[in-house]
């Protein structure tokens, strides 16, 4: 692992595909052994979200990949922004 560049760009695209790729897992585990989803897509969508924070935190701490860790966290707040936008969570 430490051969990975310590790139920001880097950093962005990790953020933006793990939280896709669990959300797409959610949806293909469900789909495949249930009959219908027991969670609202709007929960999928933060656990898919929330999945960042541990290979967030294991790149800052273990890897020592400062500029990656900033480009996942910043990934991970414009993801957290949209889905509140996206879920009419504003109150204005």
Do not use: C
């Not at 950093?11 to 969670?39: K, Q, R, T």
């Not at 990949?65 to 480009?71: A, I, P, T, V, Y």
Request: net charge positive; aromatic share 16%.
């Amino acid at each position: 692992m430490n051969k990975l560049n310590d790139n920001m760009f880097l950093g962005i695209l990790i953020g933006i595909l793990v939280p896709v790729f669990v959300y797409a897992l959610l949806l293909s585990v469900f789909h495949l052994f249930l009959d219908e989803n027991p969670l609202r897509e709007s929960t999928m969508q933060v656990i898919s979200l929330f999945v960042n924070f541990p290979v967030f935190r294991k790149f800052l701490m273990e890897y020592k990949k400062d500029r990656l860790g900033r480009g996942m966290l910043l990934s991970t707040l414009v993801l957290a922004a949209w889905f509140i936008i996206h879920n009419k969570m504003l109150f204005f």
